[in-house]
């Protein structure tokens, strides 16, 4: 006759603070190994992350600079999202340890970018456990959701705002008489390059930082729905300060950033709902 104990689910084992402590240091370390690893890969294919992807957006054939003129044409704007190539851009190194430095800089984040999936799923497989079964059922998909948010970030930085941002600087000049020639320092050029990635990238992560905030009590619809307005300046501010000062580019910009915070509204509306039906 079986044991009807048998049956009967053993409850899981707590853990002690150092024991989180070693299991998010191999999560940890298991990130670094993944990170050192495809930074590796990339040393070996150093001529296509810097020729083709990091230095595309200062050459004319750059892909968005062709979709860019063909849109404005098929919104009858004219040539108003064209972007002007017209000036040669020019890449230098003043310092000794200059190429060599980017060189590794720029490997290091085309490395972070593509393990960012893989070091959010390590970063759930952390969290997971301290989750109840029907949170774990409301949250399926949540590591697929912030990695294409954030490769999506990516995309629209690369695709949009830094062939704007670099065409821009490389043209601006005091007045019309000056005779200052714009020469770009390259660790300039590659940080600002992976700055406006990085930053529009994580940007971009907010409807999901909003589901999670909202599904553990400290966001609500209501609060973002209030704060629309202010939304609104915010949105601005940021495109002001990474986009070129001209009102087509701005405002190119400025659309999918607001589209953001309204996803980001729905988002909160979902994840209240599925919070209140957990409850029950």
Request: glycine share 4%; net charge positive; charged share 15%.
């Amino acid at each position: 006759m079986a044991n009807d104990n048998e049956n009967i689910p053993t409850p899981k084992k707590s853990m002690s603070f150092l024991d989180h402590l070693e299991a998010l240091r191999w999560h940890i370390m298991r990130s670094a190994i993944a990170l050192v690893v495809v930074t590796t890969i990339l040393f070996f294919y150093s001529d296509f992350l810097f020729d083709t992807i990091l230095f595309g957006p200062t050459k004319p054939g750059f892909i968005t600079y062709r979709a860019l003129c063909k849109l404005s044409e098929w919104l009858h704007l004219g040539s108003s999202l064209c972007v002007k190539t017209t000036s040669q851009f020019k890449i230098v190194n003043t310092e000794i340890w200059g190429q060599l430095t980017m060189y590794m800089w720029g490997t290091f984040i085309g490395g972070f970018i593509l393990t960012m999936p893989y070091i959010l799923w390590e970063l759930w497989r952390f969290i997971s456990p301290a989750l109840k079964p029907k949170e774990l059922k409301y949250t399926r998909g949540i590591v697929l959701g912030a990695s294409m948010l954030f490769l999506l970030g990516v995309a629209f930085s690369y695709f949009i705002i830094v062939p704007w941002t670099v065409t821009f600087l490389n043209s601006f000049k005091l007045s019309s008489g000056t005779q200052v020639e714009n020469l770009f320092n390259i660790s300039s050029y590659v940080s600002t390059v992976t700055t406006l990635i990085l930053w529009i990238g994580l940007i971009f992560e907010l409807p999901m930082v909003t589901y999670i905030l909202t599904s553990i009590g400290f966001l609500s619809p209501a609060f973002l729905k209030k704060y629309r307005k202010h939304s609104v300046i915010a949105v601005l501010v940021v495109a002001a300060l990474i986009a070129p000062p001209d009102v087509a580019s701005q405002v190119f910009i400025s659309i999918p950033l607001y589209l953001l915070f309204e996803v980001s509204i729905l988002v909160s509306k979902f994840a209240e709902k599925r919070q209140k039906q957990a409850a029950k």
